[in-house]
Nanobody, 115 residues
Framework: QVQLVESGGGLVQLGGSLRLSCVAPGSLFRLYTMGWYRQAPGKQRELVAVIDSAGSTNYADSVKGRFTISRDNAKNTVYLQMNSLKAEDTAVYLC?????????WGQGTQVTVSS
């Protein structure tokens, strides 16, 4: 059962931009805390950005000022706008929804930043 579907990844040049989208079907979307994580080869999964049901956001220090997370509850979608991309942003980006003890992940979308 697919619960989250990410899109928008791809190959982008150094300094470029991408916008990732994650659709989470269901009537409770507005109640979920939604997050974007990333995992690079040989590295642990790390939090990139999170937005709660009230719209409060939090970012990893490495992306502050460059990435923006937002949500559209009418579309059951969370976005990650990524600007000024760096080589170290290359990773699989995964979407997560969380409420209480319930958590689910998407399959991820690859972002590759080339020089």
């Amino acid at each position: 059962q697919v619960q989250l579907v990410e899109s928008g990844g791809g190959l982008v040049q150094l300094g470029g931009s991408l916008r990732l989208s994650c659709v989470a079907p269901g009537s409770l979307f507005r109640l979920y805390t939604m997050g974007w994580y990333r995992q690079a080869p040989g590295k642990q999964r790390e939090l990139v950005a999170v937005i709660d049901s009230a719209g409060s956001t939090n970012y990893a220090d490495s992306v502050k000022g460059r990435f923006t997370i937002s949500r559209d509850n009418a579309k059951n979608t969370v976005y990650l706008q990524m600007n000024s991309l760096k080589a170290e942003d290359t990773a699989v980006y995964l979407c997560n929804k969380n409420i209480g003890s319930l958590s689910a992940w998407g399959q991820g979308t690859q972002v590759t930043v080339s020089s």
